[in-house]
């Protein structure tokens, strides 16, 4: 399987900003790659942000130019910078992990969801 350890939830003010991270760990899997979801209250989740085939990113329209993703392969973790937040972005935060087994090779795919962290803007 594959571990996600999220952080960096919490409560701010709108405008304000905060950085979430999640840490993948395994053993027995080889990751693809790891993005953001979120889900609001009553809503569906939805992709915020994730890596494209290369070195670009792609953004959900509603975060486009005020969040950020990145990475740092040393540590195996992923970032979702997030900036001049809304109370619209309220919600609670997941990482996804795209993997696959390294018994059974890259042709099947497997995902993987963190717990989530809850993000909370106030007004």
């Known amino acids: 399987q594959v571990q996600l350890v999220e952080s960096g939830g919490g409560l701010v003010q709108a405008g304000g900003s905060l950085r979430l991270s999640c840490a993948a760990s395994t053993s027995t899997f080889s990751i693809n790659t790891i993005d953001w979801y979120r889900q609001a209250p009553g809503k569906q989740r939805e992709l915020v942000a994730t890596f494209n085939s290369g070195n670009s990113t792609n953004y959900a329209d509603s975060v486009k130019g005020r969040f950020t993703i990145s990475r740092d392969n040393s540590k195996n973790t992923v970032y979702l910078q997030m900036n001049s937040l809304k109370p619209e972005d309220t919600a609670v935060y997941y990482c996804?992990?795209?993997?696959?087994?390294?018994?059974?090779?890259?042709?099947?795919?497997?995902?993987?969801w963190g717990q989530g962290t809850r993000v909370t803007v106030s007004s």
């Open positions: 996804r992990a795209e993997a696959w087994r390294v018994t059974q090779g890259p042709r099947f795919t497997y995902q993987y």
